[in-house]
């Protein structure tokens, strides 16, 4: 283990989107590179999300979205977190985003966005380059 | 930085107790937070739940915790999952079968990491569940990772046991040999609406009925059904206190003081080496040793 231990973060499904592969597919990959990933299933609410990141004093935030839901579920998780003095949290972005949505995306304050096909190490890799977030 | 956090703690600040715990969890600045919170407030009842894996913990814990909201009680959850020995990494997964309420503040769940070999709960519980204590919440529930032959500690950690069996999970025997019950004050008959519970139940009474086998409640419950969940906090509430034991005063000052004696142990590595080495050249016996060991952590 050469990266920082104990990096927290939660893995969001938000909505109605059920498709879950993704995100269990990164939240093995995570956890297999020494991460600690917390899953709090499918359906949350951003109420539900905000909570559960506040709660687990997370370091990083990934949501995963395959619904076409991003413009309009990630300005209000953003808005939230900032609500609850959240902004240290890093915002991670994956699934199906368009070209197009990334800046979008970027400008409002998420981090990253990863798409299909992105290499599990690639995300690993820019997780430990950015370390953890909460060191008192 | 650290007694601003501390202050933010004693005002009950919700993220100032999410980091603080972080910090028990990775074992920084425990001295610090112990002073801070004090002596755990007495009668914050510390409630295991403990069984196999796959027996319903994370399950019966959210509903438990959703029958004590009712109750109007404020509730904290601590879930144990196992960490990986070989990567450190850790998949916490048990607030998927919890209740999701974000408005609630009357209810706070943390996931924690389990390092193999700390007996099927996290580092640094007890100093979890002091933290907790003095934030003001009226029960705590330690969910222990699926739980195996002599994970014992919890025993020391909570008031009250819980242990969970399903129907058809093996016979007899496979209790004895596990042990799973020594460390009970109640058995839950879990998953009750399968067949076969009351067949289990018969099972389970039958051996905690042997001679020599301490008084220990029997309750058939289904979270998936809402059933019994009253009747188990009832004999939970009820529970008598262990005989024959250390009150648990006592037994959190003994933890205590072993683990100060820990971190001196780290802190005087400046004295304890040498000892070390002259113990190693067999210039001391073992009992000599740690004799002089027992002094320069004393003194």
């Known amino acids: 283990m050469d990266q920082q231990p104990n990096v927290r973060i939660v893995l969001a499904k938000v909505g109605l989107d059920g498709h879950d592969r993704g995100v269990k597919v990164v939240s093995r990959a995570l956890r297999d590179a020494g991460f600690h990933v917390i899953y709090p299933g499918l359906w949350q609410s951003p109420e539900a999300v905000v909570r559960t990141v506040a709660d687990e004093d997370a370091d990083w935030l990934g949501i995963s979205l395959l619904s076409g839901t991003h413009m309009t579920l990630v300005p209000k998780i953003l808005k939230l977190l900032a609500d609850a003095g959240l902004t240290h949290v890093g915002v991670l972005v994956g699934g199906i985003i368009p070209e197009t949505d990334i800046p979008k995306l970027l400008a409002l304050g998420v981090s990253k966005v990863f798409g299909p096909g992105t290499p599990l190490p690639e995300i690993i890799t820019y997780l430990r380059a950015e370390g953890s977030r909460t060191h008192a | 930085m650290l007694d601003d956090l501390l202050v933010r703690l004693g ?46 913990k994370s399950t019966l814990v959210g509903k438990l915790a959703e029958h004590l909201r009712t109750a109007g009680k404020s509730v904290a959850v601590l879930a144990c999952d196992p960490q990986s020995p070989l990567t450190g990494g850790a998949l916490l997964g048990d607030r998927v079968r919890m209740p999701s309420k974000p408005d609630d503040l009357g209810l706070f769940i943390r996931s924690v990491a389990a390092a193999s070999g700390h007996q099927a709960v996290a580092e640094h519980v007890d100093l979890m569940i002091r933290v907790l204590a003095a934030f003001g919440f009226d029960v705590i529930l330690l969910e222990t990772v699926g739980a195996g032959q002599g994970d014992t500690a919890v025993r020391d950690l909570a008031d009250v046991v819980v242990v969970l069996v399903q129907p058809e999970s093996g016979d007899e025997m496979q209790w004895e040999k596990a042990g799973l019950f020594e460390v009970a004050d109640v058995v839950v008959i879990h998953k009750a609406d399968l067949p076969g519970a009351e067949r289990m139940e018969a099972q389970v009474r039958e051996l905690l009925s042997l001679p020599g086998c301490r008084e220990i409640a029997v309750l058939r419950v289904s979270s998936a059904k809402g059933q019994g969940l009253d009747q188990l906090w009832n004999a939970i509430a009820h529970c008598p206190k262990r005989a024959g034991e250390l009150e648990p005063a006592a037994q959190l000052l003994l933890r205590r003081a072993q683990q100060v004696l820990a971190e001196r142990l780290h802190d005087r590595a400046g004295s304890v080496t040498p000892l070390v080495d002259r113990w190693k050249r067999r210039e001391l016996d073992e009992a000599q040793a740690a004799d002089e060991l027992l002094h320069v952590l004393v003194d």
């Not at chain 2, 919170?37 to 894996?53: H, K, L, M, S």
């Open chain 2, 11 to 56: 005002n009950r600040d919700r993220l100032a107790l999410a980091r603080v715990l972080t910090l028990v969890s990775r074992g920084e600045h425990l001295a610090a937070i112990r002073r801070a919170v004090a002596a755990r407030p007495e009668g914050t009842p510390v409630v295991a739940i403990t069984g196999n894996a796959g027996v319903g």
